[in-house]
């Protein structure tokens, strides 16, 4: 299928994913063997510390924080403004996610915030690497350090972002990534925690498989576990060997979508400089490979914009609605900064197979629909 349509966000899938797809259905080992162990081995080479794969971004955020010890009666500090997946991710251990307030320019939590936010009852604090734009994160560690925390980065939407020109995943605690489909890479759906912890490591080796110990080992050299043991609660969390299959097809081609993302944004942020209602994300576009592109709108009523965006065939989205104000996690907490900056934000296309021209076109009619 190829017209003219500006999506928001896509899948971009060529002939080699689908290759790789037909190569493990020709090979008849669906689940989780060979080709998931290299594309674990791939990540490890990449992040130049361990990855372990699994089946969802939300899932490697849940088993890292089981694999903490992370519980009933424990707290965990993240900000409001994310995905409702960090959310459910806290709240599947039995924790309670503690909503923070955010700094305004980047979106990322804000430490001063979160530090009047701690009980007796923390233990973790989970930055969010929001439109792959990392905060503070040395004042974070230095935050976790100081009060015996620990850190597990909400990296989803950071795959190849750099902070202070390290990559993230490379240092700090433990990073969690995802490989849903609209992804700097997919895999389909997927996601990966990376740490050198490695009773981490292990436990959410065990833990993606139903607990069943060792069974990875098992499984990536070709057997399979009859005699075992389980001494935890586990999930059936593992990655197939056709969701590795397009992730590593994906890898290969990251330098490319990488390039291209990042193209986009500076063109955006070119175009929509010095635009006295729209204000731009504190983001370096030599630093990040941007996953989502988002602007603040000031002074301008956000969904009178997005129905003429739309009707000029320009899709747009909200990431996100704060965690805070959905029953679910609503605390009554105020978070003034969140609370307005969500009345702001409007997300615009960006994907790789977005050309410049779209991004003119798109920043064409954004500003003629502002009356510039
Ligand atoms: C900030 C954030 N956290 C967590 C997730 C969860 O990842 P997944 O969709 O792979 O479960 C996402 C994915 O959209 C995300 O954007």
């Known amino acids: 299928m190829s ?25 008849q080992y669906l689940g989780m063997g060979q080709d998931v162990l290299y594309f674990e081995q791939e990540l490890a080479t990449y992040f130049a510390r361990e990855a372990v794969c699994v089946n969802t971004g939300t899932a490697a955020l849940h088993l890292a924080l089981q694999a903490l010890g992370v519980g009933p009666g424990d707290e965990v500090l993240v900000q409001s403004l994310t995905y409702v997946a960090s959310f459910q991710a806290i709240s599947a251990t039995g924790a309670r996610p503690v909503p923070c307030d955010i700094d305004p320019d980047t979106i ?14 923390t233990r973790v604090v989970m930055p969010v690497h929001y439109a792959s734009s990392v905060g503070p994160l040395d004042e974070i560690y230095e935050f976790a350090q100081d009060n015996d925390l620990r ?22 605690d433990i990073a969690c990534f995802s490989f849903d489909g609209i992804k700097n890479i997919t895999s389909g759906e997927g996601g990966a925690v990376v740490t050198d912890d490695k009773e981490v490591l292990q436990r959410v080796k065990d833990a993606r498989l139903l607990g069943v110990e060792k069974d990875t080992e098992k499984r ?27 992730g590593i097809e994906q890898f290969k081609k990251f330098p490319i979508f990488a390039e291209k993302r ?38 301008y009523d956000r969904n009178t914009l997005r129905k003429m965006l739309e009707d000029v065939g320009i899709p747009t989205g909200i990431h996100y609605k704060p965690n805070h104000k959905l029953s679910y996690y609503d605390t009554g907490v105020e978070l003034p900064c969140t609370d307005t900056v969500a009345k702001e934000i409007l997300t615009l296309p960006l994907h790789p ?20």
């Open 151 to 172: 850190v597990v980065e909400d990296a989803a939407q950071a795959f190849g972002t750099y902070y202070n020109d390290k990559k993230v995943g490379s240092f700090g």
């Open 108 to 121: 990322t939590l804000n430490v001063d915030d979160a530090k009047k936010r701690i009980t007796e009852h």
């Open 353 to 372: 197979e977005l050309q410049i021209s779209d991004v003119d076109h798109i920043c064409e009619m954004l500003k003629q629909c502002l009356g510039i």
């Open 262 to 299: 990042k193209e986009l944004l500076k063109r955006y942020q070119s175009n929509l400089a010095n635009i006295n209602s729209i204000e731009l994300l504190k983001q370096d576009a030599n630093q990040i490979v941007p996953h989502i592109f988002v602007i603040k709108l000031k002074n």
């Open 220 to 246: 990536y050299s070709g057997d399979r576990s009859w005699d075992f043991d389980v001494s935890m609660q586990g999930w059936r969390y593992h990655m197939s060997n056709v969701m590795a299959a397009i």
């Open 3 to 27: 017209d003219n349509t500006i999506r928001l966000s896509r899948s971009v899938i060529g002939e080699e994913e689908k290759k790789a797809v037909l190569d493990v259905l020709d090979r």
